[in-house]
Every structure is written in structure tokens, then in C-alpha cells.
Nanobody
Framework: QVQLVESGGGVVQAGGSLRLSCAAS????????MGWYRQAPGEQRELVAT???????IYKDSVKGRFTISRDNAKNMGYLQMNSLKPDDTAVYYC????????????WGQGTLVTVSS
């Protein structure tokens, strides 16, 4: 069973930076699209960014130019570099993998809290 473990969350002042990491327990990572999602208190979970196995990326408009999603297939690792953080970025950030192998599979990490103080 594939598992995801996020790390790198914490408290940072507005304008600061954090780098989130997502470690996958299986090389299935290599064929999966990886996504970072976030959920703020009282809000629905929303997509932040995705990256395909071939490294094509999509970003939520409000993070374009500030966040960068990347992956290292050799290490089964994914990353989200977050710069110029704003209080509105405060949320629990979740790593997601999805792939198709006869059928669609999807798994989530446990989440890591990012708090941006003003």
C-alpha cells in the first residue's frame, strides 16, 4: 500500500518562505500525477498545484509566481517551494498522488500545517 508523508510546515512571517516535502513509499510515484492541496479553517480543500510524471505543471492563480512545485522521481519525492507567503496562505497542506493502472487510484498524505503571521 502506497503511503505519503508530508513535512516542512511551520510558522513563518508574511513575506517568508517554506519548502514542503512529500515522500512516497513506492516507486508508483514515477507514474503518478502529484498535487498539493490546502484547506483553511472553515473552507473547502482547494488545489494549489499539480505536476505530471513528465513535469508539466498547473498552479492556482493566486500562487503563480510565488510557489513552485517539483518532483524527484529517483527519490520518490515531491516538493512545494513557497515564497512571498501571505496570511491567506495559512492552511493545512496535503500531498496527493493519482494514477491509472487498470483503474484510477488516489491517495492523500496526512497534511502539514502552514501558518503565516502578519
Amino acid at each position: 500500500q502506497v503511503q505519503l508523508v508530508e513535512s516542512g510546515g511551520g510558522v513563518v512571517q508574511a513575506g517568508g518562505s517554506l519548502r514542503l516535502s512529500c515522500a512516497a513509499s513506492s516507486s508508483i510515484f514515477n507514474i503518478a500525477t502529484m498535487g498539493w492541496y490546502r484547506q483553511a479553517p472553515g473552507e473547502q480543500r482547494e488545489l494549489v498545484a499539480t505536476i505530471t510524471p513528465g513535469s508539466s505543471t498547473i498552479y492556482k492563480d493566486s500562487v503563480k509566481g510565488r510557489f513552485t512545485i517539483s518532483r524527484d522521481n529517483a527519490k520518490n519525492m515531491g516538493y512545494l517551494q513557497m515564497n512571498s507567503l501571505k496570511p491567506d496562505d495559512t492552511a493545512v497542506y496535503y500531498c496527493n498522488l493519482n494514477w491509472v493502472l487498470l483503474r484510477k487510484f488516489e491517495i492523500w498524505g496526512q497534511g502539514t500545517l502552514v501558518t503565516v503571521s502578519s
